[in-house]
């Protein structure tokens, strides 16, 4: 659930993208960093530890106005891919008011994608989070390779609610900010009604229409004229704050903290 601090009237909405490894989470948080004006944003945060070199959990705060009286700042989160880091993945989770499941387009990795998936309904279970309750956006990356397995193939497997979903390539920044988009959009609401008692609209899946291919080739070059391309080698323009932890105890504590700092910062 969403941290509120009544003192200081903030509130941090968490929301984790979720998904199989080299999918894309972090280059989705990689790139609304770049975008975003320094003042939107806060620190982009690494837990790591010994035996886990390449765990990394990012943490990017940005400010999205005001729910009421509450400044309100967006916690994007992910986690580690690999099917290892399980202990840590379910430690993101905790907490989360919204999930972006980053799947990867690619034909051979199918599998990965739903066993990801089956990993998320697992996990979500062992803290309590129902999946067809919680917010949830798909986004179907790496839609700019070849060989890539069909939207509706994806929706058929993983989206069956047909929940709103964006084609993407995030690498160039392609279906981004959409999907950030999207899930503020069901977010918010659930906050709001939590937080101030307002009574949320139902949203009918009627609005969340699948745009037609002629429709989604011109956003595309749209989005295209207007991205830079960002190649590995600028990937990291910013800083990394990376903190050293010890065991998985010590990465569950400090995400706790992180949570709760952000929740009590108010500029």
């Known amino acids: 659930m969403a941290f509120v601090n009544y003192a200081t009237k903030n509130l941090a909405i968490k929301v984790v993208y979720y998904g199989p490894g080299l999918s894309g989470k972090t280059t989705n948080l990689r790139f609304i960093y770049y975008k975003l004006d320094a003042s939107y944003r806060g620190e982009f945060i690494c837990l790591?530890?010994?035996?886990?070199r390449t765990f990394f959990f990012d943490l990017l705060p940005i400010k999205a106005g005001l729910i009421g009286e509450f400044k309100v700042h967006f916690q994007l989160m992910t986690v580690p891919g690999q099917a290892f880091y399980e202990a840590s993945r379910k430690s993101v989770l905790k907490g989360a008011d919204g999930i972006v499941f980053v799947a990867d387009s690619q034909i051979p990795l199918l599998d990965a994608n739903l066993e990801n998936f089956?990993?998320?309904?697992?996990?979500?279970?062992?803290h309590n989070i129902d999946l067809n309750q919680i917010p949830l956006v798909f986004q179907y990356n790496k839609?700019?390779?070849?060989y890539l397995i069909p939207v509706e193939t994806f929706n058929n497997l993983l989206n069956p609610r047909r929940l709103p979903f964006v084609e993407a390539a995030a690498i160039n920044g392609v279906g981004v900010f959409e999907t950030l988009r999207e899930i503020s959009k069901?977010?918010?609401p659930v906050v709001r009604e939590k937080i101030l008692g307002e009574k949320r609209r139902e949203i009918k899946k009627a609005e969340f229409v699948e745009e037609l291919p002629e429709e989604i080739a011109e956003r595309r070059e749209r989005a295209r004229e207007d991205v830079e391309f960002i190649s590995p080698a600028q990937a990291s323009p910013f800083q990394v704050t990376k903190i050293k932890m010890k065991s998985q105890k010590e990465i569950e504590t400090e995400l706790d903290k992180i949570s709760k700092e952000f929740g009590t910062k108010g500029k």
């Open 48 to 52: 790591e530890t010994e035996t886990e």
């Open 118 to 126: 089956d990993g998320l309904r697992r996990n979500c279970l062992e």
């Open 143 to 146: 839609r700019d390779l070849n």
């Open 186 to 188: 069901l977010t918010v």
